[in-house]
């Protein structure tokens, strides 16, 4: 990962781009809905990776869902980033969801990561899932991911209620290189759970997450993995 100042001008011209749709979608109709979330973890970890090299981050993430089905939305992370100048990450999405007689929902959707100040490491990724109450499916492609080759990722999530405020969450994620990426290993697995809870107070919803994560070891890659212990609070209103 090495800083490419020559794109810095597009790359901020992403971020720009992102923000004026958020900004858009908070004046969007009156069945729309946008929610905004400010959180703090201890460790800002991608896919048991750790873009922050252990040290904590603050983020911003706005939604917005439409009443016709479709939703957009942005991310924004503080990063650090091994042998690279990258300061910070945001991440725009947009996608259709629909809802089935049978109860399950599907979605499909388009996702553009730019990190600020080192444009290289940038990606783009569709992806299409499924979902139920308490458990999804989602397979994600990218045709250059992080720069490096062509990349397919299939993540299981879900959770289960304990009583009326915790809840116990899980995820199991299996990231394929279909071509590239020199001598890292094809394939590396990724797990995570946690114990949640949500707090009701007078400024919005917290929720509080403490969990243990792991991730396959991988040879060929320098980045580093993220911490076994993880903790984060998210304020949304």
Not at 16 to 41: F, I, P
């Amino acid at each position: 990962m090495y800083p490419d100042r020559r794109n810095d001008r597009r790359t901020l011209s992403l971020a720009l781009a992102g923000l004026t749709v958020a900004l858009s979608a908070l004046g969007g109709g009156a069945q729309a809905q946008t929610g905004t979330t400010v959180s703090l973890v201890s460790e800002y970890s991608l896919r048991g990776l750790s873009l922050s090299e252990g040290h904590p981050a603050p983020q911003l993430r706005i939604d917005h869902d439409a009443d016709s089905g479709w939703y957009w939305g942005a991310f924004a992370s503080r990063v650090r980033l091994r042998a690279s100048s990258a300061t910070a990450l945001a991440i725009g999405y947009a996608g259709y969801a629909r809802r089935l007689p049978s109860g399950w929902s599907w979605d499909a959707g388009v996702s553009r990561a730019v990190f600020l100040r080192d444009a290289r490491n940038s990606y783009v990724e569709a992806y299409a899932g499924i979902s139920a109450d308490h458990a999804s499916a989602r397979l994600s492609l990218s045709p250059s991911y992080y720069g490096a080759g062509r990349s397919a990722y299939l993540e299981l999530n879900g959770f289960r209620p304990l009583g009326e405020r915790w809840r116990l969450t899980g995820h199991a994620g299996l990231l394929h290189w279909l071509s590239g990426y020199g001598a890292a290993a094809r394939s590396r697995i990724d797990l995570r759970a946690a114990l949640a809870t949500d707090i009701a107070t007078s400024s919005g919803d917290v929720s509080i997450e403490v969990g243990l994560q792991a991730r396959q070891r991988d040879p060929g890659l320098g980045a580093p993995r993220a911490r076994a212990l993880f903790a984060g609070a998210s304020l949304g209103f």
